[in-house]
């Protein structure tokens, strides 16, 4: 484990590569509830360097469409440089606030931890509400950082660390738990919230995925955690059996379309 609590910030778009593989399970899980079928339009939001986009198009086929959507210019070069499938994808730059898509116009569509980084995750949904087309649906996963653990005998400089995670580290932290309210507060109608608690046993991939040297450098210099302790609880972590989670919530959420009670599916998914 790299035990230089001021490493910098992985470069985004490898960083973004790789933790695609490292979310598989959730991602698996959203993209079956999606049904995304053949000649579909299917929007990305947030899509970064294109590692999910050639799922939507071997899904939508020849006949279809995939949009992706990222604020980045080196995303979007990224995300167009690696395009490929049998449907056409497009590569735009725009906000998620202001979705460059006409209204009305989306099948499917999916925002992938996006929203804990976002200004307005409300006014976000809102302009995906809008891009949707009456009956569409749409995928969104987010964590909650509420929910990040480390394992260290240490167990209040730990707590100290998801702390820290939740009020400076990460914009909207707490939105895994959020999504659903929101989602319904954008008009959508709601069909299934799952949860998934994705366990890291390598500490060297928790490192690079949850930022741990670095954002305890972080504290550290914030004043959150005592320099001492905070340099002990980090190189303890490699010193014995790892083990880090985090939950992440997914939503999936329609326009217009009302789900089917049915008690025992949703119990399920509770």
């Known amino acids: 484990m790299n035990r230089d609590l001021g490493a910098p910030r992985p470069d985004q778009a490898a960083y973004m590569l790789r933790m695609a593989g490292t979310g598989r399970t959730y991602k698996e899980q959203l993209l079956a509830l999606l049904d995304v079928r053949a000649g579909q339009t299917a929007l990305d939001v947030g899509c970064g360097p294109g ?5 939507f198009s071997r899904l939508v086929g020849a006949g279809g469409r995939v949009i992706g959507v990222d604020r980045g ?3 979007v070069a990224e995300a167009r440089r690696r395009a490929s499938g049998p449907a056409p994808v497009e590569i735009r730059e725009g906000d998620a606030h202001a979705l460059p898509v006409e209204p009305g116009s989306v099948d499917r569509a999916r925002i992938d931890r996006v929203l804990m980084h976002v200004d307005d995750p409300a006014a976000a949904l809102g302009a995906l509400h809008r891009a949707v087309r009456p009956g569409g649906l749409v995928g969104l996963a987010e964590p909650d950082w509420d929910t990040l653990v480390v394992d260290a005998d240490d167990l ?4 100290a660390f998801t702390r820290f995670t939740t009020t400076v580290a990460v914009r909207n932290a707490t939105i895994g738990r959020r999504l659903a309210r929101l989602a319904e507060e954008a008009g959508f109608t709601v069909l299934t919230v799952l949860a998934n608690t994705p366990v890291l046993r390598d500490p060297e991939v928790a490192d690079y995925a949850l930022g741990l040297g670095r954002n305890t450098r972080k504290a550290i210099d914030a004043g959150h955690i005592d320099e001492e302790r905070g340099t002990r609880w980090f190189e303890s972590l490699s010193q014995g059996p790892f083990l880090a ?6 939503v999936i959420c329609s326009r217009g379309v009302t789900p089917m009670a049915d008690p025992d599916e949703a119990s399920s998914h509770i």
């Open 51 to 55: 590692a999910d986009l050639g799922d």
């Open 73 to 75: 210019p080196a995303m």
């Open 156 to 159: 209040e400089t730990g707590r």
């Open 245 to 250: 989670s985090c939950t992440v919530f997914t």
